[in-house]
Structures are given as C-alpha cells and as structure tokens.
C-alpha cells in the first residue's frame, strides 16, 4: 500500500510532462511582423549662400537743411509781392520775392548826392588853401597860426567828405534793400504779409526753407552701430557715407528714394542712448527723385546699407537653436546637427554662415528630442528673402 503511494504520484508526474511535451510538439508557430519605421514630417526651406550687405533700419522726419524767417532791412510800404511769396511757392535764389515803396530812399539817396558834392568842394577850396598858405610859409611871408588853422580846415573837409561818402553808400545800399531777393532756391513754408502793408525794418515777412537737400536724423541703438563702417564723432561730412533707402507711403502709394549718410551727431542722446545718424536726399523735388517728392515733414522708414559679407545664410529665425546650431535634412531625409556663427538677426529671419552638408535642408520645426540621422519627411515652404519695409508693414 505504501509503495502505491509512491508510484502513483510519479506516474501523475510523468503523464503532465508527456501531455505538455505533446502539445508543444504540436502548436503552430508564430508569425513575426516588422513594424515599419514611421518617418516624422518636418518643415524645410532650401538656402543658398549670398553675398549681401548688413542692413540697418531706423526711421526719421524729413527736415530742410536750412530754414529762415525772411525780415526787412529797411522800413516802408509794401508796393509789389511775387506770386511765389505764398505758402507753399517755390523759388530761386536771387529772385524778386517783395518791393517796398522807393520814394523815401530815393530822395535820400539824392540828398546823399548832393551833400557828397558840397563836401568835395570844401575839401577842394580847403586843399587849396593849405598848399597856398604852406607855400607862404616856404616864402616866410605866413604866420604858423594861419597855417595851422589851414591843416586843421583840410583836415576837417576830408572828415565831412569821408562821412558824406559813408551816407551815400548807405543811401544807395537802403534804395536796393527796398526790393528783397530770394537768399537760396527753395519753398515758402509760411508768408505773413499783403500789399499795402507798412513793414518795419526786422518785421518778419515769411518763412522760407531751401530745397536743394533735405536731411532726416536716424536714430541707431548702439548694437546696431556694429554693422555700420560709421567715424563716430568725426565732426567732418562723410564724403562717401553708407547708402540709404528711404521708404514711405505717399498720396495712397508706396515710395522710396535714395540718398547717403553724410555725418553723426556728436552726442549720444541721453534719453533713448542711440546716435544719430543724419542723412541727406539731393534735389528732393526734382524729377529724378520719382513720381513723388521727398517732402518736408514726411515722416520715413530707412535702411542703411552696412559692410559687405559673403557666404552668408538667409534662414528663418526658428530655426536657430541655442544660437550656436541648427538642424538639416541631408539628402538621405535623415535629420543632422550642424553648427552656426550667427551674424545677426533681421525681424524674422537670421544672417548665418555654416557648412551645410549635400542636399542640405534646414529644418524649421520644433523637435523635442534630436537623434543623429533619425529619419523625417521633410515638407518644403517658400524660403525667407529681405522684405522691403512696406511689405513688412502690411
């Protein structure tokens, strides 16, 4: 009974190993299935190197180069104004712009005349009597008293003729200052004056600015003054500064003109702490300006033209990483780290130099997490170009 005992679990035992072993022997295998690798969709834009200039933006108020208050140098009635003399009238320089009445200065100028004539003759009639009396003297028939008493009359008649030559230049310089002349080409900003009115000498007459430049201050922040080849301080014009282009909308339109920096101001300003860049326009009237005149007062955008760089990447601003990388589809669509030297950044784009390899693609997607030559679908967009400053206003 005992030995059963031991024997039957044993052959328990043996008949589960049997059965398992048989059911092993008998399963169908199992099918292995490679998962695909799903590639990521990332965005890509296609780059080139350039050779560009460093641009400088900033803004300012055309402004005259010279702007005076027009005032009589005589008194008198206003007898004849020019059809320029309006607000807004443009002139040359030296032309009529005002006539005073002439009557005055010409009757001075006659009483100049003849008061010049009297004085000649007692500055001849007192010469003649010196050199009588100097001539007695010789002889030793004229007292000293009688000729000093002649010295003393030649001496005083060349005084009053000295002095009546002195009234009538004068005369003659009042009779022409009657009619006043343009000091420069330029425009009328404000005239304050009618015919018929009596003017005193210093009233002023109107406000006038010459047109033959105008110059607009830039402000520039002084991380901006790196990418400009700018003598700070220099004092003297620039005689072949940076290039400007100014932009604005005019009459409903957009517009630009060309013009160059021509010094810096001699200060930093002490509320913004920029420098200010002065900027000139010629002829901003003329025709060779383009369809509309730089006018006074237009308030521009500029961009000023820096040193010339070469090799220079234009791409996106979020595709930098850190600032120091970048990453690029090569052309396995396989995802790489390169490295940048970053020049500076435009609004949002970024000037880089880096060696991109071939078939190179910057990619502009956020990726988390980076892994050398993981693979993607790279998904092309338009690459970053300079945007012109009313196109960025838009």
Known sequence: MNRWKLILPALVIGAAILGGAGLLATAPEVEKIDRPVVARAVRVVEVAAETLPLIVRSQGTVAPRTESELVPEVSGRIVWNSP??????????????????????????????????????EWEHAKANLDRREELARQGV??????????????????????????LRQARRDLDRTEIHAPFDGRVRAEHVDVGQFLSRGQPIATLYATDYVEIRLPIPDAELAYLDLPLFAGAALAEGPRVTLRARFAGAPHSWHGRIVRTEGEIDPKSRMVHAVARVEDPYGEAVGTAPLAVGLFVEAEIEGPVVENVLRVPRGALRD????????????????????????????LVRASLPAGGRVCVSQITT?????????QPIAPPRAKPIEDARR
């Open 323 to 350: 600032r120091d990388h970048m990453l690029v589809v090569d052309a396995n669509d396989q995802l790489q780290r390169v490295e940048i030297e970053l020049l500076r950044l435009e609004r949002d784009d970024a």
């Open 370 to 378: 980076f892994v050398p030559g993981m693979k993607v679908k790279p």
């Open 84 to 121: 320029a003399l309006v607000s807004g009238g443009f002139f040359r320089e030296g032309e009529p712009l005002l006539r005073l009445d002439r009557a005055d200065y010409e009757t001075a100028l006659a009483r100049a005349n003849a008061s010049l004539e009297r004085a000649k003759g």
């Open 142 to 167: 004229a007292s000293s008293s009688q000729l000093d008493d002649a010295r003393r009359q030649a001496r005083v008649s060349a005084a009053v003729l000295d002095e009546a030559e002195l009234v």
